[in-house]
């Protein structure tokens, strides 16, 4: 099993859309957690962290489960310039961040 | 905030030529970097992990005399793809964290180098 584990879609879903993401690990002890965007042919950029007690950044939400060990990535009012590749990632007790395969989302008119 | 440049953005080169990445942090310390390689469509991996002063730590399957990486002081990395082949072509990103806080949790990545070897 993967250490980081998502959904690699993609996702295709119009503007104005809702649209949510999980992504699973498997260290019960990673301490931090992370949602970056990638656009095609560009390096990633952080999107938003994510606390224990769930945190919001417009229309970005996200959450982490700590009982289910995943953390999820909530995306409201979906525009064009959303679509992109979402990476989860976790930060274990080992001080290791582990990328996640990342999820595509296509938003479209 | 954080920025971490990385040089050049795009190179081609014949094969068995020697290619030398530059990853710089330019507002912060950074002792650990971290090179990445991503082929198309295709997630990151992580190469190697490099720290200032001492000898890279490789991923398994990386081979570290094929890529060597030397991270002389808090702000540079280098990455040297030593005789590349076409199979070496590829995006390759270095990300740098920061030294300490906070900071120390995030990775701030270059924009980028793209080596295609013809």
């Known amino acids: 099993r993967k250490e980081v584990e998502q959904d690699p879609g993609p996702f295709n879903v119009p503007e104005g859309a809702t649209v949510a993401f999980n992504c699973t690990y498997s260290?019960?002890?990673?301490?931090?957690f992370f949602w970056y965007r990638q656009d095609c042919r560009k390096e990633p950029k952080l999107l938003m962290s994510?606390?224990?007690s769930g945190n919001e950044d417009g229309r970005f939400t996200a959450q982490l489960n700590r009982a289910s060990q995943y953390i999820s990535l909530l995306i409201r009012d979906s525009k064009l310039s959303d679509s992109a590749t979402y990476l989860c990632?976790?930060?274990?007790?080992?001080?290791?961040?582990?990328f996640g395969g990342g999820t595509r989302l296509m938003v479209k008119p | 905030g954080a920025v971490v440049s990385q040089h050049p953005s795009w190179v081609i080169c014949k094969s068995g030529t020697s290619v030398k990445i530059e990853c710089r942090s330019l507002d912060f310390q950074a002792t650990t970097m971290f090179w990445y390689r991503q082929f198309p469509k295709q997630s990151l991996m992580l190469m190697a992990t490099?720290?200032?002063?001492?000898?890279?730590?490789?991923e398994q399957g990386v081979e570290k005399d094929k890529f060597l990486i030397n991270h002389a002081s808090l702000t540079l990395s280098t990455l040297t793809v030593t005789s590349a082949h076409p199979e070496d072509s590829s995006f390759y990103i270095c990300?740098?964290?920061?030294?300490?806080?906070?900071?120390?949790?995030?990775?701030?990545f270059g924009a980028g180098s793209r080596l295609t070897v013809l």
């Open positions: 990300s740098a964290r920061g030294a300490r806080g906070s900071g120390a949790n995030v990775l701030t």
């Open positions: 260290n019960s002890a990673s301490q931090s």
């Open positions: 490099s720290n200032e002063g001492s000898k890279a730590t490789y």
């Open positions: 990632v976790v930060n274990n007790a080992g001080n290791m961040l582990t």
């Open positions: 994510v606390y224990s």
